[in-house]
């Protein structure tokens, strides 16, 4: 059995209005941030979708932080830059180099977010691998999405679904959309995709599922898991990437937090541009090494559907979903032991 949810030392009440005071100014101060960002950022906007992976040196143990059992495993974790045609650098990023690709475990992009991918913290994948090394049965799976199923499978040997570089989905620069069979066949090349049909199938069925309203989510859910012990793990980055694959069925707004000042008054705005633009529910992510993000949900629906109704969305439903049990909660990170499978 998993540990109890973690639970923060700030008295709940405190806890609760500091995060949602730190939401709020999270959205509006990113509105100008990333206003700023799309000017800037692009210097050439008809510039072709040509850019390059270029690995740089691997890093010392001292250099890894979280993951520096990567070290004791002997694993070659190296820094890596993503570099525009006309030498703009695009995104910094680290790697695991395996014998089954390179397996992402960092990513800042430096161009407007999100750019190809959106990474979860590694602090908090280094935590929750060490978690589920002890506590999952023999027996036992993950189902998560692909990057956080092969980083866990790295950290701690975890049992997954999903072992395979799907790269999916693909956050594409609009000015690029043309070029969407080039862009992929860069990332192909560089992640070493050969990923199955079979995971592919698999995964968009996953994908679906969390997509899907709670009752034939759950359901689909362990009839992927095929009847063994299964533990899901989210994040509330994923909720960005399944608005990604499907925006129709969730919909889904996000913005980083710039510098503060006057925190009160920044409140009352974005308090009443959040009212003026009916956004629902958000939840709040850290990473250590970045901005705070606040992720919204934009509309009612999309707070019905199983993801959102799993996510520690503030302002959305929190009635337990029949079927799941939390279990652990790190950073971003749920963790929930699933139901098996009713027998017909």
């Not at 030498?87 to 960092?106: C, D, I, N, R, Y």
């Not at 036992?140 to 199923?149: A, I, K, N």
């Not at 690029?176 to 070493?192: D, V, Y």
Request: glycine share 10%.
């Amino acid at each position: 059995m998993l540990t109890a949810p973690a639970q923060a030392a700030m008295p709940a009440r405190q806890q609760a209005a500091w995060k949602r005071a730190i939401g709020i100014v999270s959205i509006a101060t990113g509105i100008c941030f990333m206003g700023g960002a799309g000017l800037l950022a692009w210097k050439h906007a008809g510039a072709p979708a040509a850019y390059r992976y270029e690995l740089g040196a691997a890093l010392a143990k001292d250099e890894l932080g979280a993951l520096a059992g990567l070290a004791e495993q002997s694993v070659v974790v190296r820094r890596a830059t993503i570099t525009a045609a006309d030498a703009q650098p695009l995104a910094e990023l680290e790697l695991a180099e395996t014998a089954t690709g390179p397996v992402l475990l960092k990513w800042q992009p430096r161009v407007d977010d999100p750019f190809l991918t959106v990474a979860t913290p590694a602090q908090d994948v280094a935590a929750l691998a060490q978690v589920l090394q002890r506590h999952l049965p023999k027996d036992g799976q993950v189902l998560g999405w692909w990057d956080t199923s092969r980083q866990l499978r790295l950290l701690g040997g975890t049992p997954v679904r999903f072992d395979e570089h799907l790269g999916l989905p693909l956050f594409v620069p609009q000015r690029w959309q043309a070029q969407g069979a080039g862009i992929e066949a860069i990332e192909r090349a560089f992640w070493k995709t050969g990923a199955s049909e079979e995971q592919r199938t698999q995964f968009r069925r996953f994908a679906n599922a969390l997509l899907s309203d709670e009752a034939s989510g759950m359901a689909e859910l362990q009839a992927i898991a095929g009847g063994k012990p299964a533990v899901l793990v989210l994040h509330v980055r994923d909720a960005i990437l399944l608005g990604q694959l499907d925006p129709r069925r969730l919909g889904v707004a996000f913005t980083d937090l710039g510098a503060l000042s006057d925190v009160h008054g920044m409140v009352r705005r974005v308090h009443d541009w959040l009212d003026h633009n009916q956004y629902p529910a958000y939840a709040m992510l850290q990473d250590r090494d970045g901005p705070v993000r606040a992720v919204a949900l934009t509309d009612a629906a999309s707070g019905k559907t199983l993801a959102a109704r799993l996510l520690p969305f503030m302002g959305n439903d929190q009635h337990d979903v029949a079927g799941a049990t939390l279990v652990y909660r790190v950073g971003g990170f749920v963790v929930y032991e699933l139901a098996p499978q009713a027998r017909p």
